[in-house]
């Protein structure tokens, strides 16, 4: 063998043998399906927050506890509260609210769901205390950017301004007073009391379900066992969509007096990082038969 061939071969088995070794790829750990049983309070207003890569609630809070959200350039209402605005030309023109249209923002088209339009003026209505039904009032509100409002009483134009700075995530109006909550970035799945539009009806009513943070899900009629990730090429996503889970994964039965699981609808739910989750719910009764307490079942895919 000449040389040089002899030369390049020994050269590119040492150089072989230089590099480091590839480990093999351990295969992610997909695991069981994981059951979880919420309590959603005496009243059944609590809100609660849950992540599904920890498998777990990250946080709780109660539907007084803000009134605006403030986050990557949006502004929303608490639709955890159900909030209404019904948006107008000219405050300074409003003192009551007769000929008003005040809606909930849940279908907002191509832009996400319960947020307002910077610039706009509206008249909102606060919602109501959960566990009284007492009426929190209406005020005059400016949306003069995504960090900076003005509001006043109903009956009055003496405007407050508030400027919102980094890190002001959650703002109570009422108190003039921000609190520590997930941003919807930080959780897949919020479970509590929101208005759902009925279309029929024309009507907005109040229900308790499930919304998604920074996730995204669907709604299948398939079994729960034959549900894969393949599965997922063949649903309809709707990003702006966040109650594709929503409330009727269970209905009332009024000779029996108590909700049933509709068994037939189970769910796909995409998180930001990509993963693929299947979900079904099997309960909303615990042991001592109290309901409110919504059992699903989810796994990784």
Known sequence: MPFLNRFIIISIF???SCMPKEEPITPFPRGDVSITELDM????????FFDLESNSIIDRAHPLDWDFYFDNGLVKINFLRSLKVAE???????????GLEFRTLQR??????????????????????PETGAHLGFIKLKLVSDQEIEWSDLNTNNYTSKTITTGMHYYNLRKDSFVELPLETDYDLVFGKYSHFFEVEQIDYEVLGTLT???????TTLDFSQITAETADTLDWDVYDRDAIGYDWKSYNIDKGAYEILTKYNYMVRTESGFLYKLRFTGFYNDNGISGHPTFEVKLL
């Open 41 to 48: 309070g005496t009243e059944k207003s609590d809100i609660v």
């Open 108 to 129: 907002v088209e191509n832009r996400p769901m319960w947020s307002l339009e910077i610039g706009k003026n509206y008249v909102v209505d606060l919602g109501m205390v």
């Open 213 to 219: 943070g920074s996730a995204t899900s669907t709604r």
């Open 14 to 16: 040492f150089m072989a």
């Open 88 to 98: 107008v030309a000219d405050l300074d023109a409003v003192s009551d609210t007769v």
